[in-house]
């Protein structure tokens, strides 16, 4: 007569305004069926209409109905001991033990209150919410009778209703999709569960976006040393998965082989030699009108966060980080409780875990208490089955070494796995774009900073959901050889969500553009001063050749670097060629010699490691007209752009501050004075 009576009551209250699906009863109020215990209980057992539950540790039993946005109900009599605590869990994911998630209280101290099982702990009420909590609650729960729990979530926000009276009402997105459960915190006697039932709420479940959610995740300085790019000692299960959904791209470059001056392109859409943003971390101004291009993502109401790297290397870094993000921080997230519910986000993970740092100048102790130690024995990667390219002697030092920077992308996929994983729980996997990419090559000595394939071609793998499947250049799976430079990122990302290409950006869309469009048919690479390691060379890539011109010809590749020398590979390899200078093979010799060629020309499909530069040899008719068009392209690009590499920093600090304008702004002449840019390249 009591539940008649309850339900009665509930039935009568106002319906909220979502449409929803029919109940589905969580409890059959016969059996156990459908309910699974976490750990070691006492009793569980369904007894006239009852789920009954006694434990004597805290445990959770759990169910397998998934829901997104959903109401729920249920009854329950608490037993008469002090002390004892439930809940109704919800949204939960884990597959085994103690899940993540949330919970409605159901005890005498805070019935109906939110708990975040793993997700921040008691989200209402906490501080300042407390008195009136309590006026809420008092005199609610009934000790001694059948009290009735609802839960309402649609996205971030969560309602609570204790006996028909509200009483929750807050916002917490970290999950937004799981299981239900219920829960004996191991205090008291036998809690009695009746009428346990869930229906979803559809019309809030998926918010049909006009415009898809994009997901930047980058890895810092990795090749494509990645199973799915057919490297058969790397171990990258979770990139691989996502491979077998995306489009692979062969030929992805970045603009500069070295961290900031490459990230400069890709926040702008412009050359850093444009933008006098070319050597590392000098400062100079970005044009007057540029802005970071993820500010007009947050105009066209996007929710921009970045998580965490910025080093745009400019002057105006703190100017771009305020317009671009919404969010910039360690904890910046599409989770963030300023999102408004439905809001498309563009998210950025940057990755260090493989950065250079990690995989060859920390000490090796560090590096496996930081780093190692995130992979089980099967992981970890055995330096004798290491693969040792010809530039490098093969010595134990270089086997460990290689071996512990594939410990570093296996490392890195592992986070990769879970980022995706939170974008499947919160439901925008089929609503999100997922671009996967490196800042540049692998961190190790003839990667970073050279001009090489081995320090300028990125992994990237682009994964377009099928609700976008019209945007997709191949088939899931699939792979293009399109040529694809980081100055074509910012304004294929306004493509992608239908936003005007400012003018002033350089790069070329290679997504949701129309059949006939322009496609990009060189890269144009750059490498200028990196720390105090000063250099000048340029160099173009089609999708077969490659041609490098070297304007410091005396200098080594291989020259003294502060930060790179701490790290023993590079002694290894400065070691070995002094000792063994007359007897070096070409390919070493060519990076750690003392002086370089002036020019370098590469069939990288023939020669994928760029080990045997054609103009050393016999020039061939065939390879002479390659050199011929690729100095064409480079002469005819450099100008075009206005590369300003030529120029020394002093002379470009001197016309900055004397004119006070942007280079690019002194180099178009809308200043004063105008420098013979060509002129400075003889």
């Not at 002390?83 to 085994?96: E, I, P, Q, T, W």
């Not at 519910?341 to 950025?348: E, I, L, R, S, Y």
């Not at 470009?652 to 304008?661: D, N």
């Amino acid at each position: 007569m009591i539940r008649m009576n309850l339900f009665a009551l509930f039935a009568l209250l106002p319906s909220l305004p979502s449409a929803a699906s029919d109940w589905v009863n969580l409890f059959d109020g016969k059996t156990t069926e459908g309910w699974t215990p976490r750990s070691k209980v006492v009793s569980f057992e369904a007894q006239n209409g009852e789920l009954q539950l006694l434990s004597k540790t805290n445990c959770w039993v759990t169910t397998n109905v998934e829901m997104g946005d959903f109401e729920a109900e249920l009854e329950v009599l608490l037993p008469a001991e002090a002390g004892f605590n439930s809940g109704l869990a919800f949204r939960c994911v884990g597959a085994k033990g103690k899940p993540r998630g949330y919970q409605c209280e159901i005890d005498r101290d805070k019935p109906a209150g939110v708990y975040g099982i793993g997700t921040g702990g008691w989200l209402y009420p906490a501080g300042k919410d407390e008195p009136v909590y309590r006026e809420k609650i008092n005199g609610l729960l009934k000790p001694k009778e059948w009290n009735h729990f609802r839960v309402r979530a649609e996205g971030p926000r969560i309602r609570t209703w204790l006996n028909g009276k509200p009483v929750a009402d807050i916002k917490h997105q970290q999950i937004l999709r799981g299981y239900f459960g219920i829960q004996h915190h191991g205090k008291g006697g036998v809690v009695r569960f009746r009428n346990i039932r869930a229906r979803e709420l559809k019309e809030t479940q998926q918010v049909d976006q006009t415009r898809p959610n994009i997901l930047w995740i980058t890895a810092e300085d990795m090749s494509p040393t990645l199973g799915c790019y057919g490297d058969t000692y790397a171990i990258t299960p979770n990139i691989d998965l996502l491979a077998q959904r995306s489009t692979r791209y062969d030929n992805a470059f970045a603009a500069s082989p070295v961290c900031s001056p490459s990230r400069s392109v890709l926040i702008t859409g412009m050359y850093n030699v444009s933008t006098g943003t070319n050597q590392m971390r000098s400062g100079f101004p970005l044009p007057e009108g540029v802005k970071g291009f993820p500010a007009y993502l947050r105009s066209a109401g996007y929710f921009t966060t970045n998580n965490v790297k910025t080093d745009y290397n400019t002057s105006d870094s703190e100017r771009v980080i305020r317009e671009s993000w919404n969010e910039s921080s360690a904890k910046a997230h599409w989770r963030s409780k300023a999102r408004d519910k439905g809001q498309p986000f563009f998210a950025v993970f940057n990755l260090m875990t493989s950065h250079q740092s990690r995989s060859m100048v920390w000490p090796y102790a560090v590096f496996k208490q930081h780093v190692q130690s995130m992979l089980s024995p099967e992981q970890v990667h055995d330096p004798k089955n290491a693969p040792i390219p010809d530039y490098y002697p093969d010595t134990p030092l270089v086997r460990r070494t290689v071996a512990r920077y594939y410990d570093c992308v296996t490392a890195m996929d592992i986070q990769v796995g879970e980022i995706l994983r939170q974008l499947q729980e919160d439901g925008h996997a089929d609503n999100t774009i997922v671009f996967f990419y490196s800042d540049h090559g692998s961190g190790m000595p003839r990667h970073k900073r050279l001009l090489h394939d081995s320090g300028m071609r990125v992994a990237m793998l682009v994964h377009i959901p099928e609700k976008w499947k019209h945007l997709r250049p191949t088939i899931a799976g699939g792979s293009t050889d399109a040529l694809v430079s980081f100055v074509d990122m910012a304004p294929t990302i306004f493509k992608l969500a239908d936003i005007p290409v400012p003018k002033y950006m350089q790069g070329i869309p290679f997504l949701a553009v129309k059949e006939g469009a322009p496609r990009r048919e060189i890269v144009y690479g750059t490498r200028d001063r990196v720390d105090e390691v000063f250099e000048c060379s340029r160099s173009v890539r089609d999708r077969r050749w490659l041609y490098i011109r070297n304007y410091h010809p005396h200098l080594s590749w291989n020259q003294p670097s502060v930060f790179s020398d701490l790290g023993e590979i590079r002694n290894e390899i400065t070691n070995f060629a002094q000792k063994n200078g007359e007897s070096l093979s070409s390919a070493q010799k060519h990076y750690a010699g003392p002086s370089k060629v002036v020019e370098e020309l590469y069939d990288c499909r023939a020669d994928p490691y760029n080990t045997r530069n054609l103009l050393l040899e016999k020039i061939t008719p065939t390879v002479q007209a390659h050199l011929l068009r690729l100095r064409e392209s480079y002469i005819t690009k450099r100008r075009d752009i206005l590369d300003c590499g030529a120029l020394p920093e002093s002379e470009m600090r001197r016309l900055v501050t004397g004119e006070g304008k942007p280079m690019r702004d002194i180099l178009l002449g809308e200043t004063n004075h105008k420098p013979d840019i060509e002129k400075a390249w003889k």
